[in-house]
């Protein structure tokens, strides 16, 4: 069973780092593919990022430009999304998804691929 569960949002000043997790409460991810994508009132859920099941393909939204990290903790059963010098532009909230069965990066992009979401996590950047 999955359970996609998010935490680490809250508010920062532009410039800061956050780091938010996500795990599943059902069990594992380790071997699981993953994303995360963020949304802002009255938009789409944008694509932010995704890490394959074995760690070998990870893919960026153009607009991550570096700032962001994804990664995962296997001993923790926890994977995380790292963003650096936040902006203003970063306020949304995120959330993360998993997908059960075979994995197309190439597909990765799409919010329908991801089967299972978390609540979400509100990342607010303001001086």
């Known amino acids: 069973q999955v359970q996609v569960v998010e935490s680490g949002g809250g508010m920062a000043p532009p410039g800061d780092s956050l780091r938010l997790s996500c795990a599943n409460s059902g069990g594992t991810l380790q071997h699981l593919p993953f994303a995360w994508f963020r949304q802002t009132p009255g938009k789409e859920r944008e694509f932010v990022t995704a890490?394959?099941?074995?760690?070998?393909?990870?893919k960026y939204a153009d607009f991550v430009k570096v700032r962001f990290t994804i990664s995962r903790d296997s001993a923790k059963k926890s994977v995380y999304l790292y963003i650096n010098r936040l902006k203003l532009e970063d306020t949304a909230v995120y959330y993360c998804?998993?997908?059960?069965?075979?994995?197309?990066?190439?597909?990765?992009?799409?919010?329908?691929?991801?089967?299972?979401w978390g609540q979400g996590t509100q990342v607010t950047v303001s001086s």
């Open positions: 890490l394959s099941g074995s760690g070998s393909s990870v």
């Open positions: 998804a998993v997908r059960v069965g075979v994995y197309n990066p190439g597909r990765a992009k799409e919010s329908g691929y991801w089967g299972h």
